[in-house]
T-cell receptor, first 122, second 113 residues
Framework: GAVVSQHPSWVICKSGTSVKIECRSLDFQATTMFWYRQFPKQSLMLMAT?????????EQGVEKDKFLINHASLTLSTLTVTSAHPEDSSFYICSPGLGGGTGGKMRGTEAFFGQGTRLTVV | AQSVTQLGSHVSVSEGALVLLRCNYSSSVPPYLFWYVQYPNQGLQLLLKYTSAATLVKGINGFEAEFKKSETSFHLTKPSAHMSDAAEYFC???????????FGTGTRLQVTL
């Protein structure tokens, strides 16, 4: 299966600061990266989809200026939570889209996830 | 459009008893269906997946699920629960669009002695 590395696994930051989360695909190239958010005792909700070399697309209700996504290469996508507030405390997980790029698998047959990042804003 | 409904946010079984976690889906195209397990403060681990091949899918840790198109269901079962099965379980559906998933709300499985 695909290997996805997400860093950091947990972070505590002060309110008003910014936090960057990295997601790397280690053994394949991902033209697309899905970013999910999971609040305590809730399910995963798709926040945005990053696309290598172009702008990310955001789900309804997700502020694009607050959650900056960069997908500059086929193996790295980053999510930056800017001016974080306590309500941004959540579990953030990335998942590469495997329908494109070299080494990708058939669309929709599999979904791999990073280890997740537990963000706590105090 | 696609959606997933997991009946029962919390299921409790005795060790050794049958595990049944329910999942119903809605999809406008033939779906791909997944079950994931999540342990506290960890990411998701794929248990099994349905991709239009065999309707009875066997996964890891003794879990299996049966795709029933007529019932739009994909329930997860395990004949005999183990304490280590206690976790959160998510059912998810994909329409095949580059692995974008829609998740159910999750079911927390508790296993008691």
């Amino acid at each position: 299966g695909a290997v996805v590395s997400q860093h950091p696994s947990w972070v505590i930051c002060k309110s008003g600061t910014s936090v960057k989360i990295e997601c790397r695909s280690l053994d394949f190239q991902a033209t697309t990266m899905f970013w999910y958010r999971q609040f305590p005792k809730q399910s995963l909700m798709l926040m945005a989809t990053s696309n290598e070399g172009s702008k990310a697309t955001y789900e309804q209700g997700v502020e694009k200026d607050k959650f900056l996504i960069n997908h500059a290469s086929l193996t790295l996508s980053t999510l930056t939570v800017t001016s974080a507030h306590p309500e941004d405390s959540s579990f953030y997980i990335c998942s590469p889209g495997l329908g494109g790029g070299t080494g990708g698998k058939m669309r929709g047959t599999e979904a791999f996830f990073g280890q997740g990042t537990r963000l706590t804003v105090v | 459009a696609q959606s997933v409904t997991q009946l029962g946010s919390h299921v409790s079984v005795s060790e050794g008893a049958l595990v049944l976690l329910r999942c119903n889906y809605s999809s406008s195209v033939p779906p791909y269906l997944f079950w994931y397990v999540q342990y506290p403060n960890q990411g998701l681990q794929l248990l099994l997946k349905y991709t239009s091949a065999a309707t009875l899918v066997k996964g890891i840790n003794g879990f299996e699920a049966e795709f029933k198109k007529s019932e739009t269901s994909f329930h997860l079962t395990k004949p005999s629960a183990h304490m280590s099965d206690a976790a959160e379980y998510f059912c998810a559906v994909s329409s095949g669009t580059a692995s974008k998933l829609t998740f159910g709300t999750g079911t927390r499985l508790q296993v008691t002695l």
